[in-house]
């Protein structure tokens, strides 16, 4: 089953957020190495995380992610 690019960024900051124990997570790598663990180009992740956003499911500092609980029950 082909899983889209926002299900595999989803699972990623899913992940990040129960292992840092918070809902604010740091990105561990850069955007370029989760774009190669996710497997797309970069400008995918940006463009991706800025859609994500704007509809409200999370906000974006430099290596801060910040996600909005709803996240976790629509993925």
């Known amino acids: 089953m082909h899983r889209s690019l926002r299900q595999r960024l989803v699972a990623y900051l899913k992940a990040e957020s129960v292992r840092q124990h918070s809902a604010s997570i740091l990105l561990p790598v850069t955007k370029t190495h989760l774009a190669h ?3 797309v ?3 995918s992740i940006s463009r991706e995380l800025a859609k994500m956003q704007k509809e409200g499911l999370l906000m974006c500092e430099k290596k801060k992610i910040t996600l909005d609980r709803s996240m976790f029950n629509r993925y």
């Open 37 to 39: 663990i996710i497997g």
């Open 41 to 43: 180009q970069r400008t």
